[in-house]
């Protein structure tokens, strides 16, 4: 085999052997339909999409990278889903369509406490805040990680005909949760239903 023939033969292993994670640049001010949904937003800022990371009705999105800004989108959540793609040998919890915006922070700890290893979840606040032009919720909370950094989330949600729609923020608590809310203000206020 050529010294070519090699080096091409190498790289067909290494493509072949690496599983393909699709990144696309979200670009500002243009908008795009999230989570595979009739969900769109408009971005003030750039920010990377990472793809083949969640469910089927989820998308997540990240600006310095996923363990620093984290962005979830989920959207057309029906009932019985859940809010991360299915694990062997672990029931994950389940959105169902019965539950009432006010249930959804204890959804989300316990989605965290199975998927992330979340040992320490509090939340924060909660309170009214029109979504998609229907009456939603936002709430905070905090929570400690796996390897032990604190992490503060920020989530927007409504329910429409049974269906889940939320958009939430994770960042460390330190620096990076501030430096990140402001884009994902500016997100929440564009979103809206095609």
């Not at 006010?102 to 316990?110: A, D, H």
């Not at 005909?161 to 203000?185: C, Q, T, V, W």
Request: net charge neutral; proline share 4%.
């Amino acid at each position: 085999m050529t010294k070519t023939g090699f080096v091409a033969a190498t790289i067909a292993c290494i493509l072949v052997a690496t599983p393909v994670q699709a990144h696309k640049l979200e670009e500002a001010n243009v908008a795009v339909r999230v989570a595979k949904s009739k969900m769109s937003v408009t971005p003030e800022r750039a920010w990377n999409g990472i793809g083949g990371r969640q469910g089927k009705q989820s998308e997540v999105w990240t600006i310095d990278g996923e363990q620093l800004n984290e962005l979830i989108f989920f959207a057309d959540v029906r009932g019985g889903a859940t809010l991360a793609p299915k694990m062997k040998h672990v029931t994950l919890p389940t959105w169902d369509e019965k539950m009432l915006l006010v249930e959804l922070p204890e959804l989300v700890e316990r989605n965290y406490r199975v998927t992330r290893q979340v040992t320490e979840f509090t939340q924060i606040s909660s309170k009214p805040q029109t979504f998609l032009g229907r009456d939603g919720i936002a709430f905070e909370y905090e929570y400690v990680n796996a390897d032990g950094l604190h992490v503060r989330g920020i989530a927007v949600a409504t329910i429409i005909d049974g269906a889940l729609y939320m958009i939430n923020l994770n960042a460390p608590r330190l620096n990076y949760f501030e430096r990140s809310k402001a884009a994902f203000d500016a997100i929440v206020a564009s979103a809206k239903l095609d």
